[in-house]
């Protein structure tokens, strides 16, 4: 198992928030620090243009390549540059004519200087060998007269402090707000998380709160948020299901206790009596004979009951297969033929179908129905069998008796174990009460249902439907 609390929804969610914002942070931060680095160049391009005209300026108002650094000294337009910006003029055949310091910057960094009519707009990035980066570009310039020759103007521009300095410090706090962004949302992620995930706290706690004598306790749906709403649904139907099974499995075992106390204890009664003075064999004979029958009858509950049991919890193997019912009540009369001559009853069976059943379990719901209507049915009267189709096409077997009918409060649970109309009487012993919760365990097997209808003036119909 992993340990408890390795990476929880929580840490999950906080750690996705802090992988999305650094995504987003480290986009954003490139972006601005391009857009700077952009405007910065744009700013010291344009410096330089300027700087360019300025100086072309100055040279138109001399007439001579002499008097140029004699002007430029003069003229504070163009020399009182910050020193971060160097001006160089050369003439026609390469001799220098100003330069405002000593930075000697190449020639050949410079690209294609500007016709003199032209603002510069070949700039070029040189980084001497100590480090320092300058952009520079160069034009072309006119002397007052216009007979002269042009001039070359090189312009340069110290970027280090203005540009690669302050850059390196906007990148530096970018990457300081990019980390403190992260570790702010992963924060906040898992505050969010932890917010969001307290509802399925609280119903863990309310599952926690549910025990064996709660389980009719159920978890409230109303206030579930809608994604867990679906898994409280499903935890209150289990329960529902659990609360079922378990209220089954409590009144089994009550009723049960209930059913053998009676039989036990009117053996051990009249075991007491026999034992309380010295008997002739023939009565310690005649003892055991009874007890011998008693022990029968609650054998037979016994496995009953672990029957119904099988059902209920559907662990039965259902061996379907196609059985013709009207044969198959044949086999079963000719067990009762005996029976029902001694007792003076008819048999009427009528039609014929075949149903898709387990035999053994449909001749066994068709016997308790059967050995019930014997019971009820007075000599000289007649018990139907009735196979056929209802409306809806579903088959159906009829067992109906005349007799007397089942007081109407007693037909819905009629089928319920060991329960009986006449309680009092039927301790004849012969009969436990579980006939009919059988042949409703084994419809139930079958999906299929079994039904009673008993009123007064009419046959007592029980009836086996399948689907
Ligand atoms: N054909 C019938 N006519 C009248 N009452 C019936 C009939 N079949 C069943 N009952 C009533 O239903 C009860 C339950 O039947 P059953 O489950 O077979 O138990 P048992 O036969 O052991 O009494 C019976 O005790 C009886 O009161
Ligand atoms: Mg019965």
Same mark, same amino acid.
């Given at each position: 198992m992993m340990p408890r609390g390795w990476l929880s929804i929580t840490a999950r969610l906080s750690l996705a928030f802090a992988m999305v914002s650094v995504t987003l942070f480290t986009g954003v931060a490139v972006y601005l620090y391009r857009a700077l680095d952009q405007q910065l160049m744009q700013r010291h391009m344009d410096e330089l243009a300027t700087k360019v005209v300025l100086v072309r300026h100055t040279l138109e108002e001399i007439a001579s390549a002499t008097d140029v650094a004699d002007a430029m000294l003069r003229s504070p337009n163009t020399v009182s540059a910050p020193d971060r910006l160097h001006v160089r003029l050369l003439g026609v055949d390469g001799q220098l004519l100003f330069a405002s310091d000593l930075v000697p910057i190449p020639t050949e960094v410079l690209g294609s200087p500007a016709p003199v009519a032209e603002v510069p707009s070949d700039f070029r990035v040189w980084k001497n060998a100590t480090g320092d980066r300058y952009l520079a570009t160069s034009a072309y310039a006119r002397l007052g007269?216009?007979?002269?020759?042009?001039?070359?103007?090189?312009?340069?521009?110290?970027?280090?402090?203005?540009?690669?300095?302050?850059?390196?410090?906007?990148?530096?706090?970018?990457?300081?707000?990019?980390?403190?962004?992260?570790?702010?949302?992963?924060?906040?992620?898992?505050?969010?998380?932890?917010?969001?995930?307290?509802?399925?706290?609280?119903?863990?706690?309310?599952?926690?709160?549910?025990?064996?004598?709660?389980?009719?306790?159920? *978890?409230? /749906?109303?206030?579930? #948020?809608? $994604?867990?709403?679906? @898994?409280?649904?499903?935890?209150? !139907?289990?329960?529902? %299901? +659990?609360?079922?099974?378990?209220?089954?499995?409590?009144?089994?075992?009550?009723?049960?206790?209930?059913?053998?106390?009676?039989?036990?204890?009117?053996?051990?009664?009249?075991?007491?009596?026999? *034992?309380? /003075?010295?008997?002739? #064999?023939? $009565?310690?004979?005649? @003892?055991?004979?009874?007890?011998? !029958?008693?022990?029968? %009858? +609650?054998?037979?509950?016994?496995?009953?009951?672990?029957?119904?049991?099988?059902?209920?919890?559907?662990?039965?193997?259902?061996?379907?297969?196609?059985?013709?019912?009207?044969?198959?009540?044949?086999?079963?009369?000719?067990?009762?033929?005996?029976?029902?001559?001694?007792?003076?009853?008819?048999?009427?069976?009528?039609?014929?179908?075949?149903?898709?059943?387990?035999?053994?379990?449909?001749?066994?719901?068709?016997?308790?129905?059967?050995?019930?209507?014997?019971?009820?049915?007075?000599?000289?009267?007649?018990?139907?069998?009735?196979?056929?189709?209802?409306?809806?096409?579903?088959?159906?077997?009829?067992?109906?008796?005349?007799?007397?009918?089942?007081?109407?409060?007693?037909?819905p649970r009629i089928f319920d174990r060991f329960y009986r109309v006449d309680r009092a009487r039927s301790h004849s012993y012969e009969n436990s009460g579980l006939g009919l919760a059988i042949v409703k365990s084994i419809m139930r097997l079958h999906d299929g249902a079994a039904t009673v209808s008993s009123v007064p003036g009419d046959l007592t119909r029980f009836r086996l439907t399948f689907p």
């Open positions: 007269k216009p007979s002269m020759q042009p001039l070359l103007i090189s312009v340069a521009l110290d970027v280090r402090e203005e540009h690669d300095v302050l850059l390196s410090r906007f990148g530096a706090r970018l990457m300081l707000a990019v980390v403190s962004g992260t570790t702010l949302a992963a924060l906040l992620g898992w505050l969010v998380a932890a917010r969001g995930l307290r509802s399925v706290r609280r119903i863990a706690a309310a599952a926690a709160r549910i025990t064996s004598d709660r389980l009719h306790k159920r *978890l409230d /749906e109303r206030t579930a #948020p809608a $994604e867990l709403a679906d @898994l409280v649904h499903a935890f209150n !139907e289990m329960l529902a %299901r +659990l609360e079922e099974s378990f209220s089954y499995l409590e009144d089994f075992s009550s009723d049960l206790a209930h059913e053998l106390r009676t039989p036990i204890n009117n053996l051990m009664g009249q075991a007491e009596v026999t *034992l309380a /003075e010295a008997r002739r #064999p023939e $009565e310690y004979q005649l @003892l055991l004979e009874s007890n011998m !029958e008693e022990y029968g %009858r +609650l054998s037979r509950m016994i496995s009953d009951m672990l029957f119904i049991a099988k059902v209920g919890r559907y662990q039965m193997p259902l061996n379907r297969e196609d059985v013709n019912v009207r044969s198959a009540i044949e086999k079963i009369l000719a067990f009762f033929d005996a029976l029902l001559e001694e007792r003076g009853i008819e048999v009427a069976l009528r039609g014929e179908l075949i149903v898709s059943a387990d035999r053994i379990l449909l001749q066994r719901a068709i016997t308790n129905l059967l050995s019930n209507a014997v019971r009820y049915t007075q000599r000289g009267e007649s018990i139907g069998l009735v196979i056929f189709r209802e409306g809806d096409g579903r088959a159906t077997i009829e067992v109906n008796n005349p007799g007397p009918p089942i007081p109407p409060e007693h037909l």
